[in-house]
């Protein structure tokens, strides 16, 4: 009971990181750039025993000759062949127990991705309320674009002229006399 959910867990981070960074993925297939992201994520990847030349190299080994992705078989067998080397005092089966340990349940973390900016510039920059011209008219009161409206002239089929004040009141003054 306890390995199968154990395989569970290891299929559901090889579906997360198969469809990190990639709208089009299905999860079935995890590319190059994702099987070192896992490693690195996961510390396979320690610096001393497996380096991310070691991890791009088994990657080749295990993918199809054409291919450049490897499916979830493919994906085991690679863990097979760097779990010797991550894991050197333990026999073949610990240290492949130990590398699954490191990825269970993992997902892909985005470290280092950029912050946005909250200078003062940036502020005076964005601070709709100082904005003169045309540019003025792209932004209601409390500064919340007005989309389509504030950058295309859009045209008012009532039959008044374009700026005219009192548009829509003849009937009111007609029934006033």
């Avoid at 863990?79 to 610990?94: I, Y």
Wanted: charged share 35%.
């Amino acid at each position: 009971m306890a390995e199968s959910t154990e395989m569970e867990q290891l299929m559901n981070t090889f579906k997360k990181f198969a469809i990190h960074g990639d709208t089009k993925a299905t999860g079935k297939e995890l590319n190059g750039k994702n099987w070192a992201k896992l490693c690195k994520d996961c510390k396979i990847i320690d610096g001393k025993n497996v380096t991310g030349t070691d991890v791009d190299i088994v990657f080749t080994k295990v993918k199809a000759k054409t291919s450049r992705v490897i499916t979830y078989e493919e994906f085991q067998r690679a863990l097979e062949e760097l779990a010797p080397k991550r894991f050197k005092g333990q026999s073949k089966e610990d240290a492949l127990q130990s590398v699954y340990r490191l990825i269970e349940g993992k997902e892909p973390t985005n470290v280092g991705v950029t912050k946005v900016a909250k200078t003062a510039a940036v502020d005076r920059l964005t601070d709709t309320s100082k904005y003169t011209g045309s540019h003025k008219e792209r932004f209601d009161e409390s500064g919340k674009g007005k989309g389509k409206g504030g950058r295309e002239e859009l045209v008012e089929n009532t039959g008044y002229v374009g700026s005219y004040k009192n548009a829509g009141t003849y009937e009111e003054k007609t029934k006033a006399k």
